[in-house]
């Protein structure tokens, strides 16, 4: 060695094959494009793809460390069946064929269908291919299927899409080019980790001012300006007083709001009325379509008169109480949002919050002084959905970003709708400086996917009438029996949580143990560890996972799970069907699902195989299309009944979603020759195209396109004819909700149409305000909060993919075990020491745990770090490795329902709109460990065993390098 | 002469590890691997890294800062480890300040690291001789790497571009013109070793509202303020009482 | 420091092999001088076999502490700038030496080299001796300056740590020297005895000097330095990893906080005050038992001392390495 020799001179003087290839990072959902240095066919290097829109060539810890993902010993290899009379949950199983497994399936999905297709769930978890498996299950015929929106951030997709046609999670973001002030929300990691990582690092180098809301500091919170640590679930107070200080220092966009927003149009105030509470409408006939027709009124300030919105020279009302002509009372909606907010004053939420008044008073002022008089001017000309020329595109440079703190309380949506209200207030949606779209957001509010109706949407042998998933538009979009009772197996879309637009994967298991609404037979689990961190409660589920019935039968009949790896999830299944991993296949990240779209235009991507896959792995995705042909639903097979695709990549070149309609999963290279974007036909060579572009699709949208897109004439026009959207009317900003209010309409028995089980109308009435209102957490309201004065939350860990990366030789480095983290002066009142152990008890469970003393947190709470404790012997780890041992998990101490009081025995412990799961609600208290107590984490499971075919585990070395043998 | 170095950005560290192990990555298939790991999927799992990642609390809540720290060898201008060395196997290149280990003739005496004040050497207990960062010196002339990638992995990597690497001593470069503007220091500057490497400290933004800028004329309340007034017809008390 | 087993061996084996040999040429040089009878060959030979053999089993306890043995020759490589180098010649070169005393001895060599010009009867083992002295003297200041030369190490920073290598080694070898007296040439126990006594509560003073020294250290390395925050309350919340690396095995002792005093107590009173009580009652009629009691408590003393030298000494790199988290 002595000189160093260059990696070049290395790999010569070594005679080594060198390969390089671009594809799509998994390593979490980011989605970040990835350069692949393959050395004589072993992975040696993964950077960042430098043309990536996306990530810029940057990488993270977790991308970094794909390499030890791929050469895990952890990884499934064949199709498994568990053994004849082995018990489920003991991990044995015998290895089988294919042919085998598709026969399984095959016998068994066949006969389901035929007979009752809803027998038959599909939930899969933090995947990526949403389109392709909804369409396998609405092309089945069943309507119980989900992905992991419920258990992760509906609220924020469902808050902001009802208000604003948009979100933040992979839908939109902050414009951290051109902010002045960010204030980030409860976020630790997002989704969008790199971009993110990239544009606040830009943003705080330019200068701009940096706030963060979080009871805890760590990741990007430790370099904002600002840290304001909040009591957790107390956000929707701390949003309405800053709103309620931002307007009566009136520094709303006022401009913005008139033009923008449903705030100037009239809304009925008469309680006697039928319409109570909805806006008024002209009377003159509305086409019927997904769109909110533009026939509202504004009270005119010149003429004094109720006249159509948007009319030329008018100026509307903001404030005020007016009567029609009929007698109708009507008030802007803008002032009823002023009444609402009048006793949400700042010393109020400093109360619930723990944040001093004084603060909250300063952010307001620093938010509406910095939007108003920072006004960012773009001379790029555009024209309004009403006609009228802009000269230019003003923004207000105050942009928010906020994630799962906000959205895993089951009050997320209110406190959701809250911030979108702010940020509409402050002027900021889809403006320069502020909040942007990507597409294909903004969309109609609600979108216009609408769920099934009514047990009679689901047909034997036929795909089910309607999408598995959708989003309501008042109660007569639920998808409910005649007696109002829910027909999915988690019942979402029922009167429990009619918004629930993404779910609730973590009921399915409670409830098709409990056959409440209806036993099921066959559960598929795709790429959710639902056994372990994606299910509260877990004791109980894994019990449920095994349980009988009186006749010795399981109570879910049948458990498929399709993983790459030996999780905790994987002993429970009858059958395992073992994934490729993201260097082994091809994959989509489509317009159709959540695409990596820019704020500039549409962007989707790609994944090629890099390198074989291992054993007899194979690709989901190849499973769905084999099981489709087999099964002959209609997608997948010509009219004869002949299979349509070959596989997976012919299947993307060639469906479209209709015959001939020129949309598929791809939008890039269209055409028969790839001369079309978004729309054209099949093109042979498409995936060739984009491999040669770095495995992206990117559209840049001209420059007059990329603002104001809820009322971009333009941009409407365009989306429109690339098929984006059906109609290109404008997408009003709704400050007040309508939607919501034909909720509350049926709860109080005034609404035409579909209405609430009794036992549910005050729930209803209560939580469908049409306008944002602060109330406590679900759990808090039925909790001790004497006995149990603590929150518990979860911080996701950069260098950790939720329980993936524990079989991740460098990454599980980072991460061995997690710590209580708690501040030193509670740790001192409780009697615990540094580094201590402690129980940490909740109403539901109680776990023992060891705690860290810190002063980054607020003193009322205690966090760790998500998903690192694991089942010994779980994941190829030695059965006493430090994950199993000293680890924990905090799913244990938070459940899955709560008492329902007038609502039912029980009810999710989820936000009753949309069914978010309520992660960051559970209350516990903490005592320190007695000394005789084993230094070990509690509860305790039994070790899981290597499943066959699982690679040898290195015990001692493991050294290596893209040359010689992976393991030493 | 040359000085190599990295100026780590402390302003924009978000400590997400991902000069840690693409630093690893980069490093355990190259010519300074392997980098190898023991116990790698049992207790208590140890291995080589040339970079970490540390975090720090500074202050007291509710006025804390928490400050990632990454350190790898800062390739010290006046580097203490290397002429403890009896072997040689450290040395520091004259032509660009590198210090490296030549693993041939290092006989894992770990003399060199009892030197190095920052703790940043490490043994591998595997193949027993001392490893450092290197500056990823295979990477940086390796002139079949487009210009722009010819920077450490760890540089390469880092999603906040917290990581600059250049020449500390040409005045003109990036670094040095970071470290001058932006007040650059070096780690315990009281043993005199010169660090190469230097950090760049928090800054802090603030937006003062003055009370004037509250009230203003185009203060939108004053045309909100101006309700309609009533129509004639609406009651008053001309219709019912005379006085 | 972590104390390693094969440093601790080597150092307090050597320092008694040197120690050794620097009582027997004592004797050498006072008999030249006829300030003392002629001992038997007899004690010369046996005398630096046993010198030899301690040098010989440090030098052989310090290759487990090399990664790579094989190429220990190589350290031999920097004797300009490193003190391990250094001390890497010259363990060899004393060993020679002392072997070429012994053999010179055991062959009974008496030529005058320098014919009878000087006052002192140039034998040839004078020489060889003296050679071997200059040696043994090189060799305390080596080791010592191995780990007097490391600044950062401020608990060794200090020329005391030469001067207790020194000593240290010189009582253990003067005690071994004593009991080899007592067996081979008994008119010269009571000499090295003495001597032994006072060396060991001269090296006992140097080294409660140090401890007293190291009890009033200041660090010159703080948080503050180490990361450039200029703060009073500065926390590691974590290292960076959780299984431990080679920073927290090499520079921290590990041992519980009573362990550590109590291994301080021990060489405090196992290396000073009871080898030289022990060498008392040797002198005072309780013969060979006492004296080679004296140099087993003694040894084990300095190993205790030794232990505890490394387990002292905090190195400034742990300041990075505080917390698992
Ligand atoms: N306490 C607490 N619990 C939480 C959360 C929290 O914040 N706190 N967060 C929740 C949230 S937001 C989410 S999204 C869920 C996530 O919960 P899950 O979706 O259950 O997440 P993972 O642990 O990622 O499990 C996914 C499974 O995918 C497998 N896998 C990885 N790569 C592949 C692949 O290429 N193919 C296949 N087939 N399988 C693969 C992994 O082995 C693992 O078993 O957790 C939720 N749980
Ligand atoms: N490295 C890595 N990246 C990931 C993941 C991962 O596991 N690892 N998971 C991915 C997934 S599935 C998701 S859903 C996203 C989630 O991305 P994030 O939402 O950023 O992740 P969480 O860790 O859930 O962060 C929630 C934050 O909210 C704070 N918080 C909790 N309660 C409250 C509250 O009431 N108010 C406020 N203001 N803050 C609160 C917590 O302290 C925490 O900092 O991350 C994605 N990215
Ligand atoms: S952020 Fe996610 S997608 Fe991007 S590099 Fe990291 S793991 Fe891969
Ligand atoms: S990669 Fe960059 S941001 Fe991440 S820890 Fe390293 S220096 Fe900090
Ligand atoms: S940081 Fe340590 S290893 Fe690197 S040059 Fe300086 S003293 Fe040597
Ligand atoms: S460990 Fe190797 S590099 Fe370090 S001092 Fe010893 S021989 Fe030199
Ligand atoms: S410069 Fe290279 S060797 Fe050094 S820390 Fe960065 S990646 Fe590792
Ligand atoms: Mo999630």
Redesign the pocket.
Known sequence: MSEPLTESELRRRRGERVEQRNTTCYM???RCGIRVTVVDGKVRYIQGNPDHPLNKGVI???GASGIMKQYSPARLTQPLLRKPGAERGAGEFEPISWDEAFRILEERLARIRETDPKKFALFTG?DQMQALTGLFAKQFGTPNYAA?GGV??VNMAAGMIYTIGGSF?EFGGPDLDRAKLFVM???????H?NPLKIAISKFKRRGGRFVS????R??Y?AIADEWVP??????GALLLAITHEIIRRGLYDRDFLVRYTNAPQLVNVDPESPEYGLLVRTRDPVPEGCFDPQNQLWWDRHTDRPVRTHTEGADPYLLGSFTLEDGTPVKPAFQLLVDRLKDYTPEWASRITGIPAETIRRLAHEMGVTARDHRIELPIPWTDAWGREHESVTGNPVAFH????????SNGFHTIRALSILMTVLGTIDRPGGFRHKAPFPRPIPPCAKPPKGPEDVRPGQPLNGMPLGWPAGPDDLFVDERGEPVRIDKGFSWEYPLSVHGLMHNVITNAWRGDPYRIDTLMIFMANMAWNSTMNTVEIRRMLNDKDENGEYKIPFLVVCDAFQSEMVAFADLVLPDTTYLERHDVMSLLDRPISEFDGPVDSVRVPVVPPLGECKPFQEVLIELGSRLKLPAFVNPDGSRKYRDYPDFIVNYETEPGSGIGFLAGWRGKGGEKHLRGEPNPRQWEMYEKNGCVFHYELPRSYQYFRNWNQGYLEWAQRHRLTRYAEPIMIQIYSEVLQKFRLAAEGKWPGRQPPQRLRERIRTYFDPLPFYHEPLEAQVTDTQRYPL?A??????????SWDSQNAWLRQIHTYNYLYMSPQLGERLGVEDGGWVWVESPWGKVRCRCRFSEAVEPN?V?TW??IGKQPGAWNLAPDANEGRDGFLLNHLISEELPGGAAGARVSNSDPITGQAG??DVRVRIYPARADEPGRTWPEFEPARPVPGEPERPRRWLVFSARGKARA | MTQLALVIDLNVCVGCHACVTSCKEWNTSGWAGPMADENPYERDPTGTFFNRVQTFEVGAFPFTETVHFPKSCLHCEEPPCVPVCPTGASYKRAEDGIVLVDYDKCIGCKYCSWACPYGVRELDEHQKVMKKCTLCVDRIYDESLPEAERKPACVLACPTNARLFGDVHDPESEVSVAIRERGGYALMPEWGTKPANHYLPRRKTRIEVTEEELVRADNPLKKERKLPKPAFDEPSLDDVTSW | MHPAFSVIFLTTLIGAGQGLFLALYTVELYAALELLPAPPAAFYTWGSLAALALLGLGLFASFFHLGHPERAWRAAARWRTSWLSREVIVLPALMAAVAAYGLAHLLGLDWRIFGDALPLPGHVTLLLGGIGTVLAFALYLCTGMIYACIRFLQEWHTPLTVINYTLLGGASGFTAATALAAVLSPAHTAFLGRWAIVITLLGMATRVASLVRNARLKPKSTLESAIGVRHTRIVQRSMGFMGGSFNTREFFHGAPPVVYEAVRWAFLVLAFPLPALLLAVGLEGGGTPAFAAAFAVQYLGLLAERWFFFAQANHPQNLYYQTVG
């Open positions: 979490c959902a980011c993270c810890a977790k933090r992991h992760c951030s999670w929300i409860g976020t630790a990691e997002d989704h980790s809301i979080n009871p805890v760590t990741g919170s909040i009591r957790p679930g107390t956000d906020a994630m799962r703190g906000l959205a895993a309380h929150n939350v979860t911080q996701r860990p950069m260098a950790m993919y939720h709470t966090w998500n998903a992660w960051y």
